[in-house]
Structures are given as C-alpha cells and as structure tokens.
C-alpha cells in the first residue's frame, strides 16, 4: 500500500478544480457522518486523516503525486467516456473509494508495523467499509453484475493483505499472486464508471492500465521503503532479490552498489509498458500524470545515484589508505569475491 509523504507543495498537475472539489467534499463528508453518529470515534479518525496527509488537512494527502492515483482513475475514466460527466455520481464513487482507502490503510499499516494510533481506532473499520459498500446500491440493484466483480475485487484485496504478513520471501509469482492484488480494489470505481457509462470494450483497457499501475506503485513502494522493510524484518520482493545475490556481504552494500540502479531500470521499463497501454484509454490526464511519474522518476536516479556514488568513492579512498592496525580497517561495501 503506497504511503509517500511527499512535499507539501508537489502536488499532481493533473488534479483540476472539479476534482479537487470532490475530494474536499468527500473527505468532509466522512468527518460529519463520523461526528453526528459516533463523534468520539470521529475525533480521533479526523485526528489520524489529518496525520496521514503531509500537509496536515487530509484532502491533500490525494494529490501527492508519487502516491497511488486511486481517486484519479475514476474521475479520469470518465473523462474518457463522456464529456458531460455525472458529477453526483462521481462524488458519491469518491466518497467510496476514499472509505475504501482508508479501510485497507487502517489494516495495512497495523498488519506492517507501519501503524501510530490505529490500534485505538479500529473499530473505525465498520465505518469506513460500511460507507464504501453503501454507496453503490443507489446505482446497481442487487443482481447487477457489477456486484460479483465488486466481490471478487474486494476480497482478493483483502486477501492478499493476509497472505502479504505471512510472507518470509516474495518471489516473482507472489509479487503477481499476492502483492500487486493488494491495490485490485482500485478497479472497483474504474467498473462502476465504465458501467455507469456504456464503456463497453474500452472498459477492459482500463482495468489493465489499472493493473499495470499497481504493479509500477507496488514496485516503487518496495523500493522507497526498503530500508524500514529491514530494520523491521518485513519481506518484499526487492529486498527478496538482494538476498537471493550470491556472496552478498549486506543488504546495504547491494541497494548502494547495484540494487538501486537495477530496480530503477526496471520501472523505467514498467512506465515503458503503461505508455503503450495509455494508448487505448483517450485520456490527456493519464498522458500528463505518467509524464510527472516519468520525471520524478528520472530526478530521483540522478540525485539518489549521485548520493551512493559519493558513498562508493569515500569507501574506494578508505580502502587505498594504508591500515596500520586492524582496529582501523574501514568497513568494506563491495560484495565479497567469488574467491
């Protein structure tokens, strides 16, 4: 589950008024319902959203650009579909999908280690999923079809979350098979919308850019939060991958000396395939919102490699140095040789 705290001034370009009005709304929508029906609750999940965002007021926490677009799909789907789109509909999807959110964050950051005060707010849960389910049965009667994918969406997310803290070692088949089904949620409001809107065939392009994007987020995730997956003994597949190198001396030394650089090569070539992708969905949104990804992407090989380069050439003036006693050997960053 992506959780960047970004500057409080980076914000998605992307995110225009109309939007930004609708996830205002959402957000203060949860905090009244809160307040009037349970306002002890209330006080303390407003307290949390606010902690959440880094700005402090808890709309803002959707826009940071590096976080997962959840609430942008939908708004940009529909953008897609029509050029008149329903916009109590779209704030009602919203308001869910923020619910939906912050149900699986709740869960996520306990089940993690990621977690400040959720343990005293958890039963906020019954809220928070009762809100996101709730919406829907305005627009889809009980046996319309969107409510089997809203089944099998919603309890493959969960599942995988399950599964996630049982994991000692994420290979390739359980980051497809468990880790990026944690974001399979996300298709939720892209289908209504495209229900909602006759979306017919172009739907399905939309749910694989979705499932694309939440195998880049999810990579990206693992490598931001690399160094506190350690420390806490959490397994993902980017330190699963630092493990699996023969003669590995540590875990940092690998991240520093080649690990970084390779895992970033490898989202290049993740943005590579949702360029193609984006081809299909009609949408300028998508186009520019990858363009920033793109960007922050490159900026952050430039100035991170930059950062452990200098690293690399400090050690490499250490080692030249010649020791006079053992107490003063530096430590070695190069991986041990074969021999």
Same mark, same amino acid.
């Given at each position: 589950m992506s959780r960047h705290a970004d500057s409080p001034t980076e914000v998605l370009p992307s995110a225009d008024d109309e939007l930004r009005k609708l996830i205002d709304h959402a957000c203060a929508r949860i905090e009244d319902e809160l307040n009037r029906r349970a306002p002890f609750l209330g006080q303390k999940i407003s307290e949390w959203m606010a902690h959440l965002s880094p700005t402090g007021k808890a709309p803002e926490y959707f826009f940071q650009p590096r976080s997962f677009p959840l609430v942008h799909l939908p708004w940009w789907a529909a953008k897609s579909f029509t050029a008149e789109p329903d916009l109590k509909f779209l704030g009602d999807v919203i308001y869910s999908t923020i619910n939906g959110y912050y149900y699986i964050r709740l869960l996520d950051n306990l089940m993690d280690d990621h977690g400040t005060i959720e !343990?005293? %707010?958890?039963? @906020? &849960?019954? #809220? #928070?999923?009762?809100?996101?389910? /709730?919406?829907?049965?305005?627009? #889809?009667?009980? &046996? $319309?079809?969107?409510?089997?994918?809203?089944?099998?969406?919603?309890?493959?997310?969960?599942?995988?979350? &399950? +599964?996630?803290?049982?994991?000692? #070692? =994420?290979?390739? /088949? /359980?980051?497809?098979? =468990? %880790?990026?089904?944690?974001? !399979?949620?996300?298709? %939720?409001? =892209?289908?209504?919308?495209?229900? +909602?809107? @006759?979306? @017919?065939? +172009?739907? +399905?392009?939309?749910?694989?850019?979705?499932?694309?994007?939440?195998?880049?987020?999810?990579?990206?995730?693992?490598?931001?939060?690399? $160094? $506190?997956d350690l420390h806490h003994g959490i397994a993902s597949y980017f330190l699963t991958q630092a493990r699996c190198q023969r003669d590995l001396e540590s875990i940092e030394a690998w991240v520093i000396c080649e690990g970084f650089q390779h895992e970033m090569e490898n989202l290049q070539r993740e943005l590579s395939t949702l360029r193609r992708l984006v081809r299909s969905l009609h949408s300028p949104d998508v186009i520019r919102y990858l363009d920033v990804r793109d960007t922050i992407l490159q900026t952050q090989m430039v100035r991170i490699g930059e950062a452990f380069q200098v690293i690399k050439d400090v050690h490499r003036i250490l080692r030249s140095v010649p020791q006079t006693s053992d107490h003063s050997a530096p430590v070695r960053l190069k991986r041990r040789s074969a021999s």
């Amino acid at each position: 589950m992506s959780r960047h705290a970004d500057s409080p001034t980076e914000v998605l370009p992307s995110a225009d008024d109309e939007l930004r009005k609708l996830i205002d709304h959402a957000c203060a929508r949860i905090e009244d319902e809160l307040n009037r029906r349970a306002p002890f609750l209330g006080q303390k999940i407003s307290e949390w959203m606010a902690h959440l965002s880094p700005t402090g007021k808890a709309p803002e926490y959707f826009f940071q650009p590096r976080s997962f677009p959840l609430v942008h799909l939908p708004w940009w789907a529909a953008k897609s579909f029509t050029a008149e789109p329903d916009l109590k509909f779209l704030g009602d999807v919203i308001y869910s999908t923020i619910n939906g959110y912050y149900y699986i964050r709740l869960l996520d950051n306990l089940m993690d280690d990621h977690g400040t005060i959720e !343990a005293d %707010i958890l039963p @906020g &849960t019954a #809220f #928070f999923h009762t809100e996101f389910q /709730a919406v829907y049965h305005e627009y #889809f009667e009980a &046996t $319309h079809p969107f409510w089997e994918m809203f089944r099998s969406a919603w309890f493959s997310a969960s599942d995988a979350v &399950t +599964r996630e803290a049982h994991l000692d #070692f =994420v290979d390739k /088949a /359980a980051f497809e098979q =468990v %880790i990026v089904p944690k974001l !399979a949620a996300a298709k %939720i409001p =892209v289908v209504a919308v495209g229900l +909602r809107h @006759g979306a @017919g065939w +172009r739907l +399905r392009c939309w749910e694989e850019f979705t499932l694309g994007l939440a195998r880049f987020s999810q990579m990206e995730d693992d490598l931001s939060d690399w $160094h $506190h997956d350690l420390h806490h003994g959490i397994a993902s597949y980017f330190l699963t991958q630092a493990r699996c190198q023969r003669d590995l001396e540590s875990i940092e030394a690998w991240v520093i000396c080649e690990g970084f650089q390779h895992e970033m090569e490898n989202l290049q070539r993740e943005l590579s395939t949702l360029r193609r992708l984006v081809r299909s969905l009609h949408s300028p949104d998508v186009i520019r919102y990858l363009d920033v990804r793109d960007t922050i992407l490159q900026t952050q090989m430039v100035r991170i490699g930059e950062a452990f380069q200098v690293i690399k050439d400090v050690h490499r003036i250490l080692r030249s140095v010649p020791q006079t006693s053992d107490h003063s050997a530096p430590v070695r960053l190069k991986r041990r040789s074969a021999s």
